[in-house]
Structures are given as C-alpha cells and as structure tokens.
T-cell receptor, first 109, second 111 residues
Framework: GQNIDQPTEMTATEGAIVQINCTYQ??????LFWYQQHAGEAPTFLSY????GLEEKGRFSSFLSRSKGYSYLLLKELQMKDSASYLC??????????FGGGTRVLVKP | ETGVTQTPRHLVMGMTNKKSLKCEQH?????MYWYKQSAKKPLELMFV???????ENNSVPSRFSPECPNSSHLFLHLHTLQPEDSALYLC??????????FGPGTRLTVL
C-alpha cells in the first residue's frame, strides 16, 4: 500500500524560512515531486528528487533521503504570494503518482 | 498559462444527467491523466493514458468513462453520478516519466 504523510497546516512570517516535511511508505519508488497549489488553481510543479540529497532552485529547495522515506521542501525569504498548499507526491511503479494530503502554508506580514 | 486547458470550468448536474469534461494539452506530451480532488482529501488518480491507450484504471466506478481520441485530447464522460462525486476534476499531461502539468480543473457539483 501507499502512505504519504505531511502536516496539514503551517504558519510563518514574511521573510522567514519554513520547512515542510513529507514521509512516505510506498511499494516501489521512482522519485518524489513537490507541487504548489494556490486556492482555486491548478497544482504547479516545483521540484523532483530521485537521488538522495538537496536540490536547490532559487528560494525553494527540496531534500530526499530514500533510506528514511523522507523528504522536505524548504521555502526561504517567504513572500505573501507563497501562501498556498504544498503537495508531496511519490512516483511508484509505472508512471503513477500518489499524493499526500497537502500542507497549507499561511504567510503572515 | 500551463498549456493544459479544461472545459467547462464549472458544471452543475443532476444525478440523471449525462455530461462530458474535456481536456486539451498543447505541450506535445504523450501521457494524460484524470485526477479527482475532494475537500480535505488527497488528490486521487483516476485514469492514465499513454499514447492514447489506457494504462491505469484506479478502481473508478463505471459511471465515469474516459476517452482519449488522440494524444492531445482527453474526455471524462459522466453518467448517473452521485452527490459524493462532487469535486474538482483535474486533467494533467506529461512526457512519460516526467513531471506532470495540470489544467485548471472543472469544479463539478452533483445535485
């Protein structure tokens, strides 16, 4: 079976750093994706990790540890527009993505 | 602009109606997907098409019937739905194995 856990909600201040954790237990692993979804909009791709380590992309970084079944998304220099849901998704067999419930991040001034 | 469009954006239908959702991708991708997003539940994969052939059917009730006439178009035909089928239906496309690009979704309400 597939199980992906991430916190439901996080609050942070503008300019700060927030780390969103994702743990997973899946049958098979072919990579982990992070998506951002603003309310009422489509999810948009943020990052993809298939090997252990940190991938940095501007203010956003994503980390993966396959042996621990663990990933995090790090958002730096938070801006008000970063208020959104962040979805962790694991690609197992074939091309099938299984999503976590999403973490709603609220950025306060 | 994501390159994936969906119509209609909003749909209200009765339980005895038949309707169809349409998705079109302009990205030259070879795989297309239907997802269901309900309130307070994770995104659920419904169907996967690769090169117009259905390769995944995630135990979806038969009242949902997908159709992929070519690599750019994907339909979801709806028939005798239930109120619990009310949700946001998202279409996505990708090159097989790569990141998926999502459309804006159709907000469906079943009365």
């Amino acid at each position: 079976g597939q199980n992906i856990d991430q916190p439901t909600e996080m609050t942070a201040t503008e300019g700060a750093i927030v780390q969103i954790n994702c743990t997973y237990q899946t049958s098979g692993f072919n990579g982990l994706f992070w998506y951002q979804q603003h309310a009422g909009e489509a999810p948009t791709f943020l990052s993809y990790n298939v090997l252990d380590g940190l991938e940095e992309k501007g203010r956003f970084s994503s980390f993966l540890s396959r042996s621990k079944g663990y990933s995090y998304l790090l958002l730096k220099e938070l801006q008000m527009k970063d208020s959104a849901s962040y979805l962790c998704a694991v690609k197992a067999a074939g091309n099938k993505l299984t999503f976590g419930g999403g973490t709603r991040v609220l950025v306060k001034p | 602009e994501t390159g994936v469009t969906q119509t209609p954006r909003h749909l209200v239908m009765g339980m005895t109606n038949k309707k169809s959702l349409k998705c079109e991708q302009h990205l030259g991708h070879n795989a297309m997907y239907w997802y269901k997003q309900s309130a307070k539940k994770p995104l659920e994969l419904m169907f996967v098409y690769s090169l117009e052939e259905r390769v995944e059917n995630n135990s979806v009730p038969s009242r949902f019937s997908p159709e992929c006439p070519n690599s750019s178009h994907l339909f979801l035909h709806l028939h005798t739905l239930q109120p619990e089928d009310s949700a946001l239906y998202l279409c996505a496309s990708s090159q097989w194995g790569a990141e998926q690009f999502f459309g804006p979704g159709t907000r469906l309400t079943v009365l």
